[in-house]
């Protein structure tokens, strides 16, 4: 389906839900949508939400926010931590506004806590966070999933180095499993079935193009400038950290690697972690309006 013909198909006042893997067009979409129907667009990726990563993190560019209202993007601090509960408190306003919310973004856990609901477990201590940082850095992930149970070792991607410390976190600072906190979870912001919800659907090998090309437009747009100013509070355990390409930048930067193998390594990542948001959409977003990246 085309994007004329989808935006024709759209409830002018329900909230839209757009979702999709890294690079697929997500944002391009919304800012048609917005502006042909109206509304708001706001950021549901968990790294857009941090102010030092601009480029990086392909958020939106002065200009289109100029002309359409965003919200939620760029405006947590890079030293500071912030969690899908701390996404879901600052959103919940938003909605019971009187303007219709167009909510993009790659980050699953977003809209599942949106639209299914989130547990309201306690907040961590610090303490155990560092614990779990430190465990991640001394390649040591397979010792928290150890300690998880086997029903919470099934229903996370263990391949997710965040998903796993928190499950590990929450365990260790409460005593009870993830799964047995989310059990009891009350009722969400908004429910699915009265949303116009999209699911932009990617085939790999475009993708991947697309991931590569996106990731060198960054390059002579200036992002290195934007990792020079971010490697002054550099800590690879904060969570802002843990945007795709961070780290292999300030190899770069600091003399360690190439451009060229810090670009190499940069796009497979990106390409990893695409493959996982593909597989992860996949898979809970079949009741969704599904259309395919490659039409948009």
């Not at 024709?8 to 048609?32: D, F």
């Not at 940082?133 to 991607?157: C, Y």
């Not at 451009?259 to 990106?270: D, F, G, H, N, R």
Request: with cysteine.
């Amino acid at each position: 389906m085309r994007a004329e013909a989808l935006i024709s198909t759209l409830n002018e006042t329900r909230p839209i839900l757009i979702a999709g893997a890294t690079a697929s067009g997500k944002s391009a979409l919304a800012l048609r949508v917005a502006k042909q129907l109206g509304g708001v667009i706001i950021n549901a990726d968990a790294m857009q939400v941090y102010a030092g990563w601009q480029i990086l993190t392909a958020r939106p560019s002065k200009r289109e926010e100029d002309n359409i209202t965003h919200l939620l993007y760029g405006h947590v601090k890079n030293t500071e931590s912030y969690s899908v509960g701390d996404w879901l408190r600052q959103i919940r306003p938003l909605i019971n506004e009187n303007l219709r919310p167009i909510i993009v973004g790659g980050t699953g856990l977003y809209f599942r806590a949106l639209t299914e609901g989130l547990a309201e477990i306690p907040n961590i201590p610090q303490l155990f966070k560092t614990r779990s940082s430190k465990l991640i850095q001394n390649g040591r992930l397979s010792d928290m999933i150890a300690d998880l149970d086997e029903t919470t070792r099934s229903k996370i991607d263990l391949q997710n180095p965040v998903r796993v410390a928190r499950a590990w976190e929450v365990l260790q600072a409460t005593g009870k499993s993830i799964v047995s906190w989310q059990a009891n979870t009350p009722p969400p912001l908004l429910d699915i079935k009265k949303c116009d919800a999209i699911h932009i659907h990617s085939d790999s090998h475009w993708l991947n193009q697309r991931i590569k090309i996106r990731f060198e437009t960054m390059i002579s747009d200036g992002v290195l400038e934007e990792v020079i100013e971010n490697s002054k509070s550099w800590d690879p355990q904060l969570q802002s950290s843990q945007a795709i390409g961070a780290t292999q930048l300030i190899e770069h930067i600091s003399g360690n690697i190439s451009i060229q193998k810090a670009t190499e390594l940069a796009v497979i990542a990106s390409r990893q972690y695409a493959k996982r948001q593909r597989t992860w959409f996949r898979k809970r977003m079949t009741d969704w309006i599904t259309i395919t990246a490659e039409q948009l």
